[in-house]
């Protein structure tokens, strides 16, 4: 049966008005267009449930000396397209290539390459699929596939073609806007774990939940699972690679779709990346199990059980990444390793789980332990070019980026202070603090009691003094990065005992002055139109 463009062209309308949320308003504090409408896989309307995607299966028809084919055919709308096979430990030897047909134009595209993903990511599991990395191609109708050279080809190869609204575009052409409320019940809030996961010492990134990007909950039935040594040492960066132009409108829709695929096309328990990062510089909540804990994602083969990932949607192998999306990154990378006192110019020491070699060549053996910068790209893991010929050099400036980093009082009138510590006080309060960060890249640091300056200093100093009354008080130090990123501690408790203090309010009297006639020593106006002020204490000195 032949499928119409313009059925095609409808789910680039139906799919924009069942999204979850405005996430260009998001991101630069905009709606949307002037006239209201809404753009194609848009998340800018209001959906009382979450965005029920699908995944479409065509066969791929083998030709013998290890080709196979799927001949250019109309199909059924969809966003995103890979290639997938029964055994997941099955190689393709050879080339993958697919091309898709504009919904909107009836344009076919350039053949496209697709990788072959690492089947492993998500551990052994019922159900697991061979498959390659997914790619982004926008609204299309129309599909075809071939596999050349590659000797004996595994069995079960198919097309999964994913459509991130397919609900909306049936309800679409039902007449339907799709806005009534979803099949299935959306949570009144974010589900996450009961215990708080650990505070940090950089600020949280806003971040769009799962719940406002639609994520399909009744895909996920197993719960999410986190890091076994519950810390996250190093970040990973990512690009989604082969993406086709995108408008951060569409950027939900991109997400959901890796989602699905993920899923029903990898057969993993989830979305793989723990972070996902648009040109606009919107954050995604990836793999669910709360956006503040040590979640174990399927991203970086070998490495998973110790790190986080962030992974941009975007080709970034010609051109590097926004400016926008490099300072979603750092704050990501900031926050999560300013959980577990990282930081992203440092590194880490991690364990191996796999033996592989990197796309360096570098080689790896499954538990020995190696060294990597905290904020690495994918390829420092594994052999992929992953994120990108122009991307990964940005990491290294990107590093630079962060507030001051692994920031912590280190004592509280000479006694050693740890986080959550309680420690005995006077009246006179002597703070001394650490940080991993150059003194160069700081600016200045203040020593907060209950929430406000008492005192200030310059980026040099890593010392200040206060005076607090009776009782109890929280003690924290803020740094402010000559960036104007802005860090600060973990809170120390002070127990304070002034006793027997009396304070007397004194009538003010006049000491001296800068003018004559006035019955007190005239002062001499110094450098700087500085007056120097003589005061005696009670006791004389």
Not at 181 to 197: I, K, N, Y
Not at 267 to 292: A, H, I, M, P, S
């Amino acid at each position: 049966m032949k499928i119409g463009r313009a059925r095609g062209t409808a789910l680039a309308a139906a799919l924009g008005v069942v999204a979850v949320l405005g996430i260009q308003g998001v991101a630069s504090g905009t709606g949307g267009s002037d006239e209201g409408e809404v753009s194609p896989y848009s998340a800018r309307a209001r959906e009382k449930g979450p965005v029920a995607g699908e995944l479409h299966k065509l066969a791929l028809k083998p030709k013998g000396r290890g080709e196979a084919v799927l001949s250019q055919q109309d199909t059924e709308p969809f966003g995103l397209l890979g290639v997938s096979w029964t055994d997941p430990e099955a190689e393709v030897k050879g080339r993958i290539e697919a091309r898709t047909r504009d919904a909107d134009s009836g344009k076919w595209s350039k053949w496209v390459v697709l990788e072959q993903a690492e089947s492993g990511l998500d551990g052994k599991r019922p159900g697991l699929r061979g498959a390659t990395e997914p790619v982004w191609v926008g609204p299309s109708d129309g599909a075809e596939v071939r596999v050349t050279g590659g000797g004996t080809l595994p069995a079960g190869m198919e097309l999964n073609l994913v459509d991130p609204g397919a609900g909306a575009a049936k309800a679409k052409k039902k007449g339907d806007l799709g806005l009534g409320p979803a099949a299935f019940a959306l949570p009144a809030v974010d589900p996450a774990p009961t215990t708080p996961g650990p505070e940090s010492t950089a600020p949280r990134p806003d971040v769009v939940s799962r719940v406002q990007w639609g994520a399909d909950e009744s895909l996920n039935n197993e719960g999410p699972i986190y890091l076994p040594g519950g810390k996250i040492k190093a970040v990973f960066v990512h690009h989604t690679a082969a993406t086709a132009p995108y408008e951060c409108s569409e950027s939900a829709a991109i997400v959901r779709s890796l989602h699905v695929y993920h899923v029903q096309g990898n057969g993993w328990r989830d979305l793989g990346y723990n972070f996902l990062v648009d040109k606009c510089g919107t954050v995604f909540e990836g793999r669910q199990g709360g956006v503040d804990q040590p979640v174990q994602g399927a991203h970086t083969y070998g490495w998973n059980a110790e790190s986080t990932s962030v992974s941009v949607l975007g080709d970034y192998t010609t051109a590097g990444a926004s400016t926008a999306a490099l300072g979603a990154i750092s704050k990501v990378a900031a926050y999560k390793l300013g959980q577990y006192d990282g930081d992203m110019s440092g590194t880490a020491t991690l364990t191996a789980g796999a033996t592989q070699a990197n796309y360096f060549g570098k080689s790896y053996t499954a538990g020995q332990q190696y060294e990597f910068k905290s904020l690495s790209g994918h390829r420092d893991g594994f052999n992929t070019q992953c994120p990108g010929n122009a991307l990964y050099p940005q990491l290294e400036a990107l590093r630079q980026t962060g507030p001051a980093a692994q920031l912590k009082i280190a004592s509280v009138n000479g006694a050693t202070a740890t986080p959550g510590a309680t420690l005995p006080s006077g009246a006179a309060l002597t703070v001394d603090w650490t940080t991993s960060t150059a003194t160069g890249r700081l600016s200045k640091f203040e020593l907060l009691v209950d929430g406000e300056a008492t005192a200030v200093t310059d980026g040099a100093a890593r010392r200040a003094t206060a005076v607090v009354t009776d009782g109890r008080h929280e003690v924290r130090v803020r740094a402010t990065a000559a960036n104007g990123k802005v860090s600060t501690s973990l809170a120390v408790t002070v127990e304070a005992e002034v006793k027997g203090a009396k304070f007397v309010p004194l009538a003010p009297k006049r000491l001296m002055d800068t003018r004559e006639g006035l019955g007190v020593r005239k002062g001499p106006v110094g450098s700087g139109e500085v007056v120097t002020l003589p005061v005696t204490a009670a006791t004389g000195t």
